[in-house]
C-alpha cells in the first residue's frame, strides 16, 4: 500500500477515492490500523475520554498528546499520523507554533486544531514553518461549553453561511485538511464541494472526502452511549483487524455513514 502524505491525499480527492481515517493512541493499535488499510491515524485529544476517563478533551494536556503521539508514531510505517494540539495549547500563533513543534517532533506529520477565523493567523504561522495544518469545524468539542453541549452546528442558515466562510478562509491560510463534524450533510457537501482541500467527515455524511471515527466507538467499547454518528463495526467479523478492514472497505465503496449516522 502506498505511502500517505498531503500530495497522495490531495490526488485521492481528485480521483474521488474515499480517505480511510481512524484515531489511534499506542504503538499496537496503530500497526494493526494500518495493516488493515487505515489511511489516516489521529492522536486526538478524544484519548481524554476513552483512554483517561475523562468526562471531556478538555483536561487533556499537551505532555498527554506528545506521549501518546510518540507512542502511535512508533507503529506507523505508511500512513499519515496527524495530533491534536488540546484545549488553551494555540492560544496565540507564538504558543501554537512551540506546542506544533513538539508534536512534530514526536512524530506527527501534520497538526489538527479547531476553530474558524480566530485560528487562522495561526494556521498561517505553522504554514511558514512548514507545520502542515488539519482544521476542524463545526462541532468543536474544545467549546463544548460554549455551544451548551454536543450539538449538531450548522442547521441555521446564517450558522451555516459562517461555518462556510470560515471553511474558505482556512483553505486560504493554508489549511491542507478539514474535519466536518456533526453538521448537516447538504452543508458538508457544499463546502466539500467548493474546497479544493480534502474534507474528512464525522457525523457530516457520505458527501465529505473522507470519513473518521473513534476508534474505541466503532469497536463498541466505548462507555456509555454511542454517538448517533458512528457505529459499532465488531459484530459479523472474527477479529478487531477484520472489523477495522470492513470499516475502511465501507468507506471506500461509500456505503458507510449511511443516513442513519447524518443528520438534515
Sequence with gaps: MKTINISVLHQMKSSGEKIACLTAYDASFATLLEDAGVDVLLVGDSLGMVFQG?????????DAMVYHTTCVARGVQRALLIADLPFLSYTSPDRALDNAGRLMAAGAGMIKLEGGLRIV???????????????????????VHKLGGYRVQGRDPDQATEILDHAKALEEAGSELLVLECIPVPLAKRITTELKIPTIGIGAGIYCDGQILVLYDMLGITPGKRPRFSRDFIPGNNSIRESVATFVSEVKAGTFPQLEHSYT
Design 121 to 143: 493567523e495561526t494556521v498561517r504561522r505553522l504554514g511558514q514553518w512548514g507545520i502542515p495544518v488539519c482544521a476542524h469545524l463545526g462541532l468543536l468539542p474544545q467549546s
Design 54 to 62: 475523562q468526562t471531556s478533551t478538555l483536561p487533556v494536556t499537551i
